[in-house]
């Protein structure tokens, strides 16, 4: 697992200038990039998000190819047109097929719930493009590694195809992970991760595409514990050998939602309710192969708790802390100052030593939960165009899906230590 890539040709951002297909202005001076023609699938939440990444990386960052966006996908004429309005796609298709076999499309952007993930990615390769497939990479194992097997084929044809852990993008998470590998604290002993979220806390909040394991594969352990899983994996570097688990579905039957989601609940239909099918929260326990021994809880009932993804890592030589709720600082221990005057301390992960940071702002002025999505895009733009292999890549997210599987036959097992193949 690497570092995410320095910035090249940084500077000054472009923002403000207006790039047309295919060109871009960077310090005044014109010059011609190939277009990297993008088709994305569902416009909600990840949609509005990934939009906003595909349209800014290329005016922040100098790219070697210019991501146009080309054409947006949802099953509503109306709708569809509506958001390729509001986020600059030039195109709508209402069928993701079409989209698909379309021939100026170079990469297919998956922002679907995952009962999609499998079929839309498996098609998109099989027609020659690139992919980028929102986490949980699919619903099962089985759909992850037919995912993975026709991604290894594909990258053979030149194709590449990344899974959207977005934070790993946060500037403070990759410091994080390049402090971690210049050995800053040294031999790991401990991963603690929490992500909390709140917005099932009522009982009376509908039952979304997100309660539905059909729709959603599991509850809160495949949406937000696949980022934690994801990112502590990232961090430190080692995947886990196993787990313990606990999981709950504290309100079992919810009202029926009136129409779409809106981030991450809908309006309630009232009256008829249906049956809640994944898990509310999921706790577990891990080991690294190294011996490091690890925490995990994921939760959508952490009352007051928005959107805290909170890691702390403890090694024989210092610590790291993160919280997204604060996203533009790392706290670090150095356990290696005296201890009259060693403590945490807080670094601002604004300087444009930082990753990422050298196309952005002046040191101070932070940025946010979005520009996850624009280094996400930023970063994928440089593997199409460099021809390499992309992280995430589909194996990563798989062997992520691996997790979440061992843990929820942990659970049904008692809570029973079960290994994850490697
Ligand atoms: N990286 C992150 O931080 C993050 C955050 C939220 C969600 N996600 C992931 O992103 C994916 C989408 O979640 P969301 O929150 O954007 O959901 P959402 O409900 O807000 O949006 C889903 C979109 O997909 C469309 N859609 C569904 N099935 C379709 C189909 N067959 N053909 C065309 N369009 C279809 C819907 O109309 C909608 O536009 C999920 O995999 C979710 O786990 C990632």
Redesign the pocket.
């Known amino acids: 697992m690497g570092q995410p890539q320095a910035p090249e040709g940084a500077g000054a951002g472009t923002a403000g200038t207006a790039p047309v297909a295919g060109e871009a202005t960077t310090t005044g001076v014109s010059v011609t990039r190939p277009p990297l023609r993008v088709g994305m699938?569902?416009?909600?939440?990840?949609?509005a998000a990934h939009s906003q990444g595909w349209r800014t990386a290329g005016r922040v960052f100098d790219l070697p190819l210019n991501p146009v966006l080309a054409a947006i996908?949802?099953?509503d004429a109306d709708a569809v047109r509506t958001a390729a309005g509001r986020h600059g796609w030039a195109t709508a298709e209402t069928d993701?097929r079409a989209l698909v076999e379309r021939d100026d499309i170079d990469l297919v952007d998956i922002?679907?719930?995952?009962d999609?993930?499998a079929e839309i990615a498996l098609a998109a390769l099989a027609a020659g493009k690139h992919v980028l497939c929102?986490?949980?990479l699919a619903n099962t194992v089985a759909e992850a590694e037919a995912m993975t097997r026709a991604a290894h084929l594909a990258g053979a044809r030149g194709q590449v195809a990344m899974v959207?852990f977005?934070y790993r993008r946060v500037p403070a998470t990759a410091l994080a992970r390049r402090m971690v590998a210049e050995g800053r604290i040294g031999r790991l002993r401990h991963v603690r991760v929490a992500y909390l979220q709140d917005w099932l806390t009522d009982p009376a909040a509908p039952l979304t595409?997100r309660l539905r394991r059909e729709h959603a594969g599991s509850g809160a352990l495949g949406?937000l514990g696949a980022?934690i899983v994801d990112l502590a994996q990232y961090l430190t570097g080692e995947r886990l050998a196993g787990v313990s688990a606990l999981t709950e579905t504290f309100v079992r039957h919810r009202p029926l939602p009136a129409g779409?989601?809106h981030?991450?609940t809908a309006a309630s239909a009232g009256g008829t309710t249906g049956e809640v099918t994944v898990d509310d929260a999921a706790v577990f326990t891990g080991r690294f192969p190294s011996g490091a021994l690890a925490s995990f809880e994921a939760t959508r009932y952490a009352t007051g708790r928005k959107n805290a993804l909170r890691i702390e890592l403890n090694g024989e030589r210092g610590s790291l802390a993160f919280d997204l709720e604060r996203l533009n600082e790392l706290t670090y221990h150095d356990g290696t100052e005296p201890g009259e005057h060693a403590g945490f301390r807080r670094i601002l992960v604004t300087e444009p030593g930082h990753p990422y940071l050298d196309a952005w702002w002046p040191p101070g002025h932070g940025l946010g939960y979005e520009h996850t999505f624009v280094h996400q895009a930023r970063d994928l733009v440089h593997a199409v165009a460099g021809g390499r292999a992309p992280e995430p890549s589909f194996a990563d997210g798989l062997q992520v899906q691996r997790v979440l599987a061992a843990v929820e036959e942990s659970a049904e097992k008692n809570s029973v230590y079960t290994p994850i193949a490697p």
């Not at 699938?41 to 949609?47: C, L, P």
């Not at 922002?111 to 995952?114: A, M, Q, S, V």
Request: aromatic share 14%; charged share 15%; glycine share 20%.
């Open positions: 699938i569902g416009y909600a939440f990840m949609g996908c949802g099953r993701w922002c679907t719930p995952g999609s993930h929102e986490k949980p959207g977005n595409w949406d980022h779409d989601t981030g991450l």
